[in-house]
């Protein structure tokens, strides 16, 4: 995905695998951040709200009060 704001470019690439693995590979103003960072911290901490909002908007916890994934418990997903 990408995307241009406020004269940013934003540029996301996602694929899912079912392994127990993780490549990540994060970069900020085009310098690979081998360590990560606050910008992919960011970015997990946002996916997993919007995994949390969509699994409650399509009613996917509704056997479950009040339930959401924590960003660790929701790093399978991006495993």
């Known amino acids: 995905m990408e ?3 406020d004269n940013v470019h934003i540029e996301i690439g996602l ?3 079912d392994a127990y693995s993780e490549s ?3 970069f ?5 951040t081998v360590d990560g960072g606050t910008h992919l ?4 901490t946002s996916l997993t709200r919007t995994i949390n909002s969509a699994g409650q908007q399509m009613g996917l ?5 009040e339930i959401s994934l924590e ?3 929701a790093k399978a997903l991006w495993r």
């Open 3 to 5: 995307a241009d704001k």
């Open 15 to 17: 694929q899912y695998n």
């Open 24 to 26: 990540v590979f994060s």
């Open 28 to 32: 900020a103003n085009n310098i690979n």
């Open 41 to 44: 911290s960011g970015f997990r």
């Open 61 to 65: 916890f509704k056997d479950v009060k």
């Open 71 to 73: 960003t660790t418990s």
